[in-house]
């Protein structure tokens, strides 16, 4: 049994014309791409895959969103550098500022998903339910692979009810 996805914790949203939530894409498949804008992986691989996921499948079908979880380079990664960065990368997708921790240099989202660092692709499913949680570079087609499957899921599947304070399968 897979588990319903925490909701993201948002410091600010770029690229976005309204805060989003997990909650309100649901019936989607979505593809979270947590990253940070000096990681050499995010830049070389991470966001060119989420740029080809986000090109390959409807938008109808799959959202694609993009997390800046900032770990280390506290100072420097503030952001107006992410509106710059996203700007230069000419990166068109919603991307949420992860909450940062009041103690500690782990982001709330980051800490909540147990993320091992960047990129990391997270996958949810159209009930919400998170099916892939990849530290590393994520092959291309295992990843097209997996969404596909995701999409493909029969429509009879349990269905998710959520409100204020929890989430429950009928």
């Known amino acids: 049994m897979h588990a319903i996805a925490p909701e993201l914790q948002v410091a600010a949203w770029l690229n976005a014309t ?3 939530s997990l909650r309100q894409l649901r019936g989607k498949v979505i593809a979270i791409y947590v990253f940070q804008m000096l990681c050499p992986g995010c830049v070389s691989h991470g966001i ?4 080809t996921i986000r090109s390959t499948f409807d938008e109808q079908d799959v959202a694609v969103l993009g997390l800046h979880s900032v770990f280390e380079h506290h100072d420097v990664m503030t952001e107006k550098a992410l509106a710059a960065f996203l700007h230069e990368y000419r990166i068109d997708f919603p991307v949420a500022i992860d909450q940062p921790a009041q103690r500690g240099a782990i982001p709330l989202t980051m800490e909540q998903y147990q993320l091992r660092g960047t990129p990391t692709l997270l996958l949810i499913d159209r009930q919400g339910r998170l099916r892939l949680n990849h530290f590393g570079r994520a092959d291309d087609m295992q990843a097209g692979a997996l969404i596909g499957r995701l999409l493909a899921e029969a429509a009879e599947q349990p269905e998710v009810h959520c409100d204020d304070t929890a989430c ?3």
């Open 18 to 20: 309204q805060p989003l």
């Open 48 to 51: 060119p895959q989420a740029r």
């Open 168 to 170: 429950s399968i009928r």
